[in-house]
């Protein structure tokens, strides 16, 4: 529920059933019309013509029809890639799409789980394929962003993100781009082809969590030529015995807990990233400053963050364990690949 606005999203789903008895009416209408025909075959019988390549027409013509049907069938059945709407206190309608696949689900309106393998991004409207103004941006400087993680799933070698990028990527030409992915994605990995300004608000396992800014250089226009991929992180495994698997750390990974980020700028430029980890009682915390990550590293970002930011999630690993050392050997084993198992969670998010 989303006060002042009505059931958009349960229309979208009746579109979706609607299509989907379409093509089932289409297809047991391909079938009546592509009956088998009993005729075994033809002869010659002086005299008399040739009736039987006349029933040979018709059967191609009803094959011909039975086709085209089909085609229609997975025309108007095409799977859309809104996943659903979602609230997130402080901002307006929002909703969830999917570049792909059925990985990701709303649950009670407030949660969204990814399976292994998918992502989601949050966006201001709910359609069938990305555009490059569909994004909910997010515009935090001076305030706070906070939700819950479940990751109680997710194993090591694995790693589920939570993240802000300058989406929609911008190429050389100054124009909004699909990228090879197909979303308009971007990031400071240049994953899709295209770099942009990233803050990785948490990636993590049950095993450690890493939140990393990520600059880039100044763009020409929108477009960026560079990024910093490797970002200045805090990691928990450096952190003690805050994080981890078990009742012997502050945060226990087999519960969920609550992470808040406070953006805070001097004199209108981003100056420092608080986040808080709390679960009941218990929290620790740590800070990205410009003493922490290099004098300009987090000023220069402050253009990304006025332009407003857009949220995205991923589940995700390497083909090995190591590939994911740098967040989480030790304490994982850079031999432990990811199960693939279980769903990372990401519910109740809120501005404030």
Wanted: aromatic letters at 10%.
């Amino acid at each position: 529920h989303i006060s002042g606005e009505g059931p958009q999203e349960r229309d979208k789903l009746n579109s979706l059933t609607m299509k989907s008895i379409i093509c089932g009416l289409l297809v047991v209408l391909c079938l009546l019309v592509n009956v088998e025909s009993k005729c075994v075959g033809q002869v010659h019988i002086s005299g008399e013509g040739p009736q039987e390549r006349d029933k040979l027409n018709s059967l191609t013509m009803k094959s011909i029809i039975c086709g085209l049907l089909v085609v229609l069938c997975l025309l108007v059945n095409v799977e859309s890639k809104c996943v659903g709407q979602v609230h997130i206190s402080g901002e307006g309608p929002t909703y969830v799409m999917s570049p792909g696949g059925d990985g990701a689900r709303i649950s009670g309106n407030t949660s969204l789980e990814l399976k292994y393998d998918s992502g989601a991004t949050y966006t201001q409207q709910c359609a069938e394929k990305f555009t490059p103004d569909i994004f909910r941006r997010f515009y935090v400087l001076d305030k706070s962003l906070s939700f819950t993680a479940d990751v109680s799933a997710i194993g090591c070698g694995c790693n589920a993100a939570f993240y802000f990028i300058l989406a929609p990527a911008i190429n050389a030409n100054q124009q909004p781009d699909p990228t090879q992915c197909g979303d308009y994605y971007c990031d400071a990995n240049h994953v899709c082809g295209i770099y942009c300004p990233e803050i990785d608000l948490m990636e993590a396992n049950r095993a450690a969590m890493q939140v990393t800014p990520h600059r880039c250089n100044a763009p020409q226009g929108k477009h960026y030529t560079w990024c910093d991929g490797s970002g200045c992180g805090v990691n928990t495994k450096y952190l003690g015995n805050n994080y981890g698997y078990g009742t012997k750390y502050v945060i226990n990974t087999q519960h969920p807990f609550n992470v808040t980020y406070h953006f805070k700028t001097t004199g209108g430029i981003f100056s420092s990233m608080t986040t808080t980890v709390s679960q009941g009682s218990k929290q620790f915390s740590f800070t990205h400053d410009e003493h922490r990550c290099g004098n300009g590293y987090l000023s220069s970002l402050t253009d990304a963050f006025k332009q407003g930011l857009v949220l995205t999630t991923s589940y995700w690993s390497g083909n090995t364990g190591s590939v994911m050392s740098w967040l989480d050997v030790p304490p994982c084993s850079a031999s432990e690949g990811c199960a693939k198992a279980g769903s990372a969670v990401f519910s109740n998010i809120r501005v404030f």
